[in-house]
């Protein structure tokens, strides 16, 4: 199976600063099969970008995803308050599908 | 607006088996077009993909809880359900159910706000 690695681990930056995530594949993602979403504690996971770089209905365009192969990137133009959260890429190009260990945005 | 929500026991003893079921409100399973899974988070940790229904019956399993994972979908209630037998400790997790709209086990774009399951004596 693919496995996804997501770095960093934890991203401490501010409320409009800009973030960059990044998800590795340990092999080809095919057709560029990568979904991002994010979390916040005690909620399920949302639906933010799929196909690598669509984004998902009613999300901001300040969130944006691109890559693709094995290196996949999301990134937060301007951190809003409400972006502070954990987000997890995952790759369905492949069976089974798997998720990355995910990368914690943290106000610093 | 389509709503998902797990029911079921919160607590499951070790070497039985962990029932859940998910409702679905504000759309037809049985309308087709989407496949309809299982997801679970370890405490803390990342996300784990079980499996996935058809509304035909049709499924898949992660091959790493094939042996284990029974889903099921009873269209007339609008649900569908996990079985996982020989549960042990390492089965302690929170289960969302979620709609994948591409049938790959992702993306998946409505989830349930999840249960907890605990695996304890």
């Known amino acids: 199976e693919i496995v996804l690695t997501q770095s960093p681990g934890t991203l401490s930056l501010s409320p409009g600063e800009r973030a960059t995530l990044s998800c590795r594949a340990s092999?080809?993602?095919?057709?560029?099969?990568l979904a991002w979403y994010q979390q916040k504690p005690g909620q399920a996971p949302r639906l933010l970008i799929y196909?690598?770089?669509s984004r998902a209905t009613g999300i901001p365009d300040r969130f944006s995803g691109s890559g693709s192969g094995t290196d996949f990137t999301l990134t937060i133009s301007r951190l809003e308050p409400e972006d502070f959260a954990v987000y997890y890429c995952?790759?369905?190009?492949?069976?089974?599908?798997?998720f990355g260990g995910g990368t914690k945005v943290e106000i610093k | 607006q389509v709503q998902l929500q797990e029911s079921g026991p919160g607590l499951v003893k070790p070497s039985q088996t962990l029932s859940l079921t998910c409702t679905v409100s504000?759309?037809?399973?049985?309308?087709?077009?989407?496949?309809w899974s299982w997801i679970r988070q370890h405490p803390g940790k990342g996300l784990e993909w079980i499996g996935y229904?058809?509304?035909?019956?049709?499924?898949y399993y992660n091959p790493s809880l094939k042996s284990r994972v029974t889903i099921s979908v009873d269209t007339s209630k609008n649900q569908f359900s996990l079985k996982l037998s020989s549960v042990t400790a390492a089965d302690t997790a929170v289960y969302y159910c979620?709609?994948?709209?591409?049938?790959?086990?992702?993306?998946?774009?409505?989830w349930g706000q999840g249960t907890l399951v605990t695996v304890s004596s």
């Open positions: 196909g690598a770089s």
């Open positions: 995952q790759q369905y190009g492949s069976s089974p599908s798997t």
């Open positions: 229904i058809y509304y035909s019956g049709s499924t």
């Open positions: 092999q080809s993602v095919s057709s560029s099969y």
């Open positions: 979620a709609r994948d709209y591409a049938g790959l086990g992702g993306p998946f774009d409505y």
């Open positions: 504000g759309g037809s399973i049985s309308s087709g077009g989407y496949y």
